[in-house]
C-alpha cells in the first residue's frame, strides 16, 4: 500500500470510506484539519470517515548504496559540496541586493534634494515676480505688488460663466445665419477696394468692432488709433506709453496691451483704466463671451483675468512656457492657450485647473473658435497650413494649406469662413455644411500681418506689414 499523498509505504495506514484511498494518518489529519476534503476526490470527508488499517510492521531495507563507509563517506561529500555552492549562491545574492538598495537609496536621496532645491528656487522666482512692477510710463502709480496664484474667480463671476455657457450653449445649434450675411460668391469677389497710408510701423495686430466701422491698432512708437474704415482717417488717437503688441474691443472701448506688461482701457480716446502687471510683453488679450471678464497673457509664462466691473485682477495661472496666444471657447467655460513649445493648454474658466494639453508640430501663432463650438483653428510657426480640430476629438480633423506662413486665422460669427493673413497673402477658406466639403473662395496677395472681418463679413480688413490698412470687398 501506498500513500495517496506522499507516494510512500504508510506507517499508520487509514482509508477513507467514500473514496477508498489509502492515506498517512498524520498527512491525512493535518490535511483535513484546513480543507475538510479529500485531497485526491475533493469530496467532502472528516476524521469520522476514516478507517484505520491494519498492517505489519516492516523494516525497510537500507539503500544498497549507503551500506559501507566509503559510500556514506561519498554520500556526505556530495551533500556538503551543495551546501557550500547553496551558501556562496546566497551571500552572492546578498550583497548584489545590497548594493541596488543602496543605489536606490541615493538615487531617492538625491531626487529628494533636488525637488526641495527647485520648490525652493520656484518659491523666491515666485516671491521676486510678486513684487516686480513695470518702470516707465506703463507702470502702476502705487506700484502695489500683484497676488500670486489666486487662481478661482470669486463666486459671482463663476455662476455669470455658468450662466453664459448654458444660454449660449442651449442656443448656438438653433442659430440661423443672419440676415444679409455674406455668401461664397460674395467672398470670391472679394478685391483690394482702399488702403492707408501707413500709420503705424510694427503694428502686429488689428481689431473691428461690432459695427464693422472702426478699426483699432497701434505701432512700436507707443502709439494706437481708433481709426473710421468709411471715412479713411484717424478718429482718436491712443497715447499707451509702450510699443503696442495687441488690441481688441470691448463693446465701444477700446482695450489695448503693451510690452511694458499692462492692458490699458479707452473710451472716445481718454483713458479709462490700466490693468495687468506682467513681467514682460502682453503677447495675447481674449475677452469672454460674456463681456465681464478680460484674459491677457504674456511672455511671462502666466495668464490673468480681470472683472471689467470693477478693474481688478482676479485671478491667474502659471503656465509651463512662454504663451503666445489665448482665447475663450466661445461658450466661455475653458480658456485656451498656445505655447512657444508647441503646446496648446486648456484651463478651466472658474478654477483655473489644467484640463488637457493638446501637442502640436511647432510653437503656437494663433488660436481661432468657431462658432459651432466644437472646431478651433490652430495656426503654427513657420507652418504653410492651418489645422482644424474637434475639440471632442481633441485632435485635427482637417489640415488647409494656404501656400505661404501664416499670421493669424480669424473665424467669422457663422463658421462657414477662415481668413487667414500671412507674409504672402489673405485667403479665406470656406466650409460647406451640405456637401462637408472645403474650399478656397478667394486669395490675394495682400502681404498682411493681422485680419479681420468687417460687418456681416462682407469685408476683410488687413493690416500690412508697413502699419497701414488695406480693405477687401466686392466690387
Given at each position: 500500500m501506498l500513500c495517496a499523498i506522499s507516494g510512500e509505504a504508510p506507517q499508520v495506514p487509514v482509508a477513507s470510506?467514500?473514496?477508498?484511498?489509502?492515506?498517512?494518518?498524520?498527512?491525512?489529519?493535518?490535511?483535513?484539519?484546513?480543507?475538510?476534503?479529500?485531497?485526491?476526490?475533493?469530496?467532502?470527508?472528516?476524521?469520522?470517515?476514516?478507517?484505520?488499517?491494519k498492517s505489519p510492521r516492516i523494516v525497510n531495507p537500507r539503500p544498497p548504496n549507503l551500506t559501507s563507509i566509503p559510500s556514506l563517506l561519498s554520500a556526505f561529500q556530495n551533500e556538503w559540496d551543495a551546501i557550500v555552492l547553496e551558501t556562496f549562491t546566497l551571500k552572492q545574492q546578498l550583497a548584489q541586493?545590497?548594493?541596488?538598495?543602496?543605489?536606490?537609496?541615493?538615487?531617492?536621496?538625491?531626487?529628494?534634494?533636488?525637488?526641495?532645491?527647485?520648490?525652493?528656487?520656484?518659491?523666491?522666482?515666485?516671491?521676486?515676480?510678486?513684487?516686480?512692477?513695470?518702470?516707465g510710463k506703463g507702470a502702476a502709480a502705487n506700484g502695489d505688488a500683484m497676488q500670486v496664484d489666486g487662481q478661482a474667480l470669486p463666486e459671482e463671476l463663476a455662476t455669470m460663466v455658468d450662466e453664459t455657457?448654458?444660454?449660449?450653449?442651449?442656443?448656438?445649434?438653433?442659430?440661423?445665419?443672419p440676415e444679409g450675411w455674406a455668401t461664397g460668391d460674395d467672398i470670391?469677389?472679394?478685391?483690394?477696394?482702399?488702403?492707408?497710408?501707413?500709420?503705424?510701423?510694427?503694428?502686429?495686430?488689428?481689431?473691428?468692432?461690432?459695427?464693422?466701422?472702426?478699426?483699432?491698432?497701434?505701432?512700436?512708437?507707443?502709439?494706437?488709433?481708433?481709426?473710421?474704415i468709411?471715412?479713411?482717417?484717424?478718429?482718436?488717437?491712443?497715447?499707451?506709453?509702450?510699443?503696442?503688441?495687441?488690441?481688441?474691443?470691448?463693446?465701444?472701448?477700446?482695450?489695448v496691451a503693451t510690452s511694458a506688461g499692462v492692458v490699458k482701457i479707452f473710451e472716445n480716446g481718454e483713458e479709462l483704466a490700466q490693468?495687468?502687471?506682467?513681467?514682460?510683453?502682453?503677447?495675447?488679450?481674449?475677452?469672454?463671451?460674456?463681456?465681464?471678464?478680460?484674459?491677457?497673457?504674456?511672455?511671462?509664462?502666466?495668464?490673468?483675468?480681470?472683472?471689467?466691473?470693477?478693474?481688478?485682477?482676479?485671478?491667474?495661472?502659471?503656465?509651463?512656457?512662454?504663451?503666445?496666444?489665448?482665447?475663450?471657447?466661445?461658450?466661455?467655460?475653458?480658456f485656451f492657450t498656445g505655447g512657444l513649445d508647441g503646446n496648446i493648454r486648456i484651463f478651466d474658466v472658474k478654477t483655473g485647473a489644467s484640463m488637457a494639453v493638446l501637442e502640436t508640430s511647432g510653437p503656437v501663432r494663433a488660436i481661432s473658435f468657431s462658432e459651432n463650438g466644437?472646431?478651433?483653428?490652430?495656426?503654427?510657426?513657420?507652418?504653410?497650413?492651418?489645422?482644424?480640430?474637434?475639440l471632442r476629438k481633441q485632435a485635427p480633423i482637417k489640415v488647409l494649406d494656404v501656400g505661404g506662413p501664416i499670421d493669424s486665422i480669424h473665424w467669422d460669427y457663422t463658421g462657414q469662413f477662415l481668413a487667414t493673413a500671412g507674409p504672402g497673402s489673405v485667403s479665406v477658406q470656406q466650409y460647406t455644411k451640405a456637401s462637408k466639403s472645403w474650399s478656397?473662395?478667394?486669395?490675394?496677395?495682400?502681404?498682411?500681418?493681422?485680419?479681420?472681418?468687417?460687418?456681416?463679413?462682407?469685408?476683410?480688413?488687413?493690416?500690412?506689414?508697413?502699419g497701414g490698412l488695406s480693405v477687401l470687398s466686392a466690387a
Open positions: 470510506r467514500k473514496s477508498g484511498n489509502v492515506f498517512e494518518k498524520r498527512l491525512i489529519e493535518a490535511h483535513l484539519a484546513e480543507h475538510h476534503t479529500d485531497p485526491v476526490t475533493g469530496e467532502d470527508l472528516s476524521v469520522e470517515d476514516l478507517i484505520e488499517l541586493t545590497r548594493q541596488e538598495l543602496s543605489t536606490a537609496l541615493y538615487q531617492n536621496d538625491a531626487a529628494t534634494r533636488v525637488i526641495a532645491r527647485l520648490t525652493r528656487e520656484r518659491d523666491e522666482a515666485r516671491e521676486a515676480l510678486s513684487n516686480v512692477t513695470v518702470t455657457q448654458q444660454q449660449l450653449f442651449a442656443t448656438r445649434r438653433k442659430r440661423p445665419i470670391t469677389a472679394f478685391d483690394v477696394t482702399t488702403s492707408s497710408e501707413p500709420l503705424y510701423p510694427g503694428s502686429s495686430a488689428v481689431s473691428v468692432d461690432q459695427t464693422g466701422g472702426l478699426a483699432l491698432f497701434g505701432g512700436t512708437d507707443g502709439v494706437a488709433s481708433v481709426y473710421s468709411s471715412q479713411q482717417k484717424v478718429v482718436h488717437t491712443l497715447k499707451c506709453g509702450a510699443p503696442v503688441t495687441t488690441a481688441t474691443w470691448w463693446e465701444s472701448k477700446a482695450v490693468m495687468g502687471s506682467h513681467a514682460g510683453a502682453v503677447t495675447s488679450i481674449s475677452l469672454h463671451p460674456s463681456g465681464a471678464i478680460l484674459a491677457s497673457a504674456g511672455a511671462d509664462k502666466r495668464f490673468m483675468f480681470y472683472d471689467l466691473s470693477t478693474f481688478e485682477s482676479v485671478s491667474q495661472v502659471y503656465t509651463e512656457a512662454e504663451i503666445t496666444c489665448c482665447a475663450f471657447h466661445v461658450d466661455g467655460m475653458l466644437t472646431w478651433f483653428a490652430v495656426a503654427e510657426k513657420g507652418s504653410n497650413s492651418v489645422s482644424v480640430w474637434d478656397e473662395p478667394v486669395r490675394k496677395a495682400v502681404p498682411a500681418r493681422d485680419v479681420a472681418w468687417g460687418a456681416s463679413a462682407l469685408s476683410l480688413v488687413a493690416l500690412t506689414p508697413e
